[in-house]
């Protein structure tokens, strides 16, 4: 193959790797907040065809026995008798099954947001193998999939709840994906839960008085008092490390992810932070934050340059953009919550944040995006979410 061609097919691989690892979460503890309760921000980031979807779907009562929709070799997850109201942004695909990208929020004020966890077993022949751990690395059934989501934030009336359900959920299937980034969330408390394939996971409540950012890499090392972690990571070493022990260095420490991070630390809490050895799970702002903050966070663009893509200097090879809103995201959000679920805000734009007019919503309240579905169309989206648009 001729040089040049070779050249541009590795930048485009490159660039579609990025793209689907982009999305970057800005989340704010109650006392940090200038509204007094938790607000979680997000920029869904994904390379290829989607559209948004706005759906509310109703509460459902379930027969003895019933399964969730089947996933392609995919846990066999049952329904409860009940499942809650939730509201769905979904992120549709013109080709694949279905997107990680989507938001949730139930009825009883918890929410739900995901980024990828940018684990890679082989980068730019540098090879990262996940080692083997015995029931650690298991999967039952294929392991959990998009189901995982639902069956969390259909099931808890509380991020702790919600924790719990999902830990309980992996220590019962495994998790099907290289790794994952969670942040669920009600007006009281923010938890990041960090997911790695089979039974892999630590998860950390993000301080009351703190902001917390995360790209697309592991942020949590080092197990501290409070955290909630897999049994076997339990009989590890003092030292052990989560981010070191299953995240190749050029991951945690690329530019790509680092300026992205630095960033919206930046806009959103007041800090600047130089170079550092890994990233802080949490800081302190140096003043109150809005969701406006939150916002022009994700909004942002470095160097105050317009386009929504910063080219920076290459290493090893490659070309990385490293700008927070970006020519692929498809949605950006910020979750403002309430004391009551009918008053939690949903700014939302079903595009880049930087040109994309926010839309206020109260979705519990009646107050839902542009085209969003509810009742029957809702649950009729639920049951076709694993079909790309193109079978439609």
Request: one cysteine or more; hydrophobic letters at 35%; glycine letters at 6%.
């Amino acid at each position: 193959m001729n040089n040049k061609y070779l050249i541009v097919l590795l930048l485009t691989l490159t660039a579609s790797i990025n793209a689907l690892q982009a999305c970057t979460a800005v989340v704010v503890g109650k006392k940090a907040s200038a509204t007094g309760s938790v607000i979680v921000g997000h920029n869904t980031d994904l390379g290829g065809r989607f559209v948004m979807r706005y759906s509310l779907v109703p509460a459902r009562v379930h027969e003895k026995g019933a399964l969730m929709v089947q996933e392609p070799d995919a846990a066999k997850i049952p329904e409860l008798e009940r499942s809650y109201s939730f509201y769905w942004a979904e992120v549709k695909s013109y080709t694949e099954k279905y997107s990680p990208g989507d938001h949730m929020l139930n009825e009883h004020g918890v929410t739900l947001i995901s980024n990828n966890g940018g684990v890679v077993k082989e980068w730019l022949g540098v090879k990262y193998s996940l080692k083997e751990e015995g029931r650690a690395s298991e999967l039952v059934e294929g392991g959990l999939k998009h189901n995982f989501r639902r069956a969390v934030i259909e099931r808890a009336k509380s991020a702790r709840e919600a924790i719990n359900i999902a830990t309980n959920l992996i220590e019962t299937w495994g998790y099907a994906m290289p790794s994952r980034i969670f942040t669920i969330a009600d007006k009281d408390e923010a938890w990041v839960l960090q997911v790695v394939k089979g039974r892999r996971y630590i998860a950390r409540r993000c301080p009351d008085d703190a902001v917390v950012v995360y790209p697309n890499s592991l942020t949590i090392g080092k197990i501290e008092k409070g955290d909630i972690v897999a049994p076997h990571l339990l009989n590890k070493p003092e030292d052990f490390h989560f981010i070191r022990e299953y995240q190749g260095p050029r991951t945690w420490r690329s530019d790509y992810n680092c300026y992205r991070w630095r960033s919206a630390y930046e806009i959103a809490a007041g800090i600047k932070f130089g170079e550092v050895e890994e990233y802080p799970f949490s800081t302190v702002p140096a003043r109150k934050v809005s969701w406006e903050d939150v916002k022009n966070a994700l909004s942002c663009h470095r160097e105050n340059k317009s386009q929504c893509d910063d080219i920076i200097h290459p290493f090893d090879g490659q070309s990385n953009t490293v700008s927070v809103c970006r020519r692929n995201t498809k949605q950006s959000m910020v979750c403002v919550f309430a004391p009551r679920p009918e008053d939690i805000v949903v700014n939302v734009a079903p595009g880049r944040p930087c040109s994309t007019k926010f839309q206020r919503c109260r979705p519990f309240a009646g107050q839902l995006p542009k085209g969003a579905a509810t009742g029957k169309e809702a649950y009729q989206r639920l049951l076709d979410h694993i079909k790309p648009l193109k079978e439609f």
